[in-house]
């Protein structure tokens, strides 16, 4: 039994709509703003060839969806999984639009990726994939124009063979003008001190202020993580750090728990060779993976795939907040469940935006010729999300609302407002 499910492409797009369509019709949206919204401004597929390390040709499929750019350019992860197909990549992209938009960033929304599972090739025809899908992309992509960042499978690693490549195709004079094609690149290739750490740590601070906002601490509060990528491992290192205690993990593999708490950093070694998988890791015993949504804990942090909490697993949840760390992993249905019970959610757009707003930075750091050091980065992202955090949470309280439905109300009127002022172009 596979322990994350697949997600479910077009309850995906369907949550996405339900969200969108409730919040507008809560603001009253103006129709015309409505109309353009709804849908997204290009969808890209793209058929490519690369040569194996066989000498076999494959064709590979990758997508790009933009969404919407009427607060700037595109901004969005690529991710390489065996699910990735347009309607995901739709879905996404407007999770993304609603997300920069409730940052404050100059950005709108993108996401793609590529049809593939990465475990099943070699480290030099991941190289040639990637470089192949960049160079077929084109001007498709650009540093003011659509700007990719990691996502699910992938890492700083391909964002530096995306952005060599992107580079390669300019002028030798143009060059250095195009580093910021991609974010969450590596330190020495124009990446930022702290970007890897930024999405975690983002889930870490918004629980911590949900927290504070109702005068209680983390230390001692159990939690569970579904994911252990960067998101979650990244997110359990800073909660434990501040006292709280890891119960369990889930992954692709197994389900793993420990009523005395893992060792967050044990796990991550264990799992560095081994591809990510937590399978085997003698801190923790196997549990059985249906029921690890049902396990007694304060906070639940779904930091894998979308579409995990349901109608059909939502009414085991038993923890009193969870945390969305991956993008739209629970769907309409389970979260009006979750809503019922008394449980707060801290929505995707808000809770995980640590790593677009750490991408922003580097964005500027290489926009401006910049360096900083990681203590300015943490700080700027602490200071920015706690901003947002604090604009969320006084909507809530006006309005009487859940934290999804105030967090799209201050999305989508900044969107609403910029197109007011501007007007349509004719």
């Given at each position: ?28 949206l ?101 470089r ?55 330190v ?11 999405t ?5 601070l ?50 793993i ?22 399978q ?98 943490m ?44 007007g349509?172009?004719?």
């Amino acid at each position: 039994m596979t322990a994350i499910k697949e997600a479910t492409k077009k309850s995906m797009l369907d949550n996405v709509m339900q969200q969108f369509n409730k919040t507008a019709d809560t603001i009253m949206l103006n129709p015309n703003i409505r109309n353009i919204l709804s849908i997204t401004n290009n969808e890209i597929i793209l058929h490519f060839p690369v040569k194996m390390d066989t000498g076999e040709v494959k064709i590979f499929t990758g997508y790009r969806v933009q969404h919407n750019n009427a607060l700037g350019p595109y901004k969005g992860g690529l991710r390489y999984h065996p699910t990735v197909d347009v309607e995901d990549a739709k879905a996404l992209a407007m999770w993304m639009t609603w997300k920069t938009s409730l940052a404050g960033l100059p950005y709108g929304g993108a996401k793609g990726g590529i049809q593939i599972d990465p475990r099943e090739y070699s480290i030099g025809e991941l190289e040639r994939i990637t470089r192949r899908f960049t160079y077929a992309l084109g001007e498709n992509i650009g540093p003011e124009h659509d700007i990719p960042a990691p996502d699910v499978n992938t890492n700083e690693q391909t964002m530096a063979w995306m952005a060599d490549t992107f580079m390669s195709t300019k002028s030798s004079s143009e060059r250095s003008k195009n580093q910021h094609v991609v974010t969450g690149k590596p330190v020495g290739s124009g990446g930022l001190e702290g970007r890897n750490r930024s999405t975690g740590y983002g889930v870490y601070l918004t629980i911590k202020l949900l927290y504070r906002s109702r005068g209680e601490q983390l230390a001692g509060k159990k939690f569970i993580v579904q994911g252990f990528g960067n998101v979650g491992y990244w997110t359990s290192h800073f909660l434990t750090n501040d006292g709280a205690i890891l119960l369990a993990v889930q992954d692709a593999h197994a389900t793993i728990i420990n009523e005395n708490g893992i060792a967050v950093e044990d796990l991550f070694e264990h799992s560095k060779p081994r591809k990510g998988s937590i399978q085997g890791f003698d801190g923790a015993v196997e549990m059985e993976p249906a029921a690890f949504f049902g396990l007694q804990c304060d906070i639940l942090i779904p930091a894998a795939l979308g579409n995990q909490i349901t109608a059909e697993n939502a009414y085991q949840v038993k923890a009193e907040v969870v945390a969305e760390g991956a993008n739209g992993p629970i769907d309409t249905e389970g979260e009006a469940i979750l809503l019922q019970n008394g449980i707060t959610i801290i929505p995707d757009i808000m809770c995980n935006s640590g790593g677009v707003i750490g991408s922003y930075f580097e964005w500027l750091q290489n926009r401006n010729g910049e360096l900083w050091q990681l203590d300015e980065v943490m700080f700027k992202i602490n200071k920015k999300l706690t901003e947002v955090f604090k604009k969320v949470e006084t909507v809530v309280k006006e309005n009487q609302t859940d934290w999804r439905t105030a967090a799209y109300i201050l999305a989508i009127k900044r969107i609403e407002t910029a197109y007011i002022q501007r007007g349509i172009f004719p």
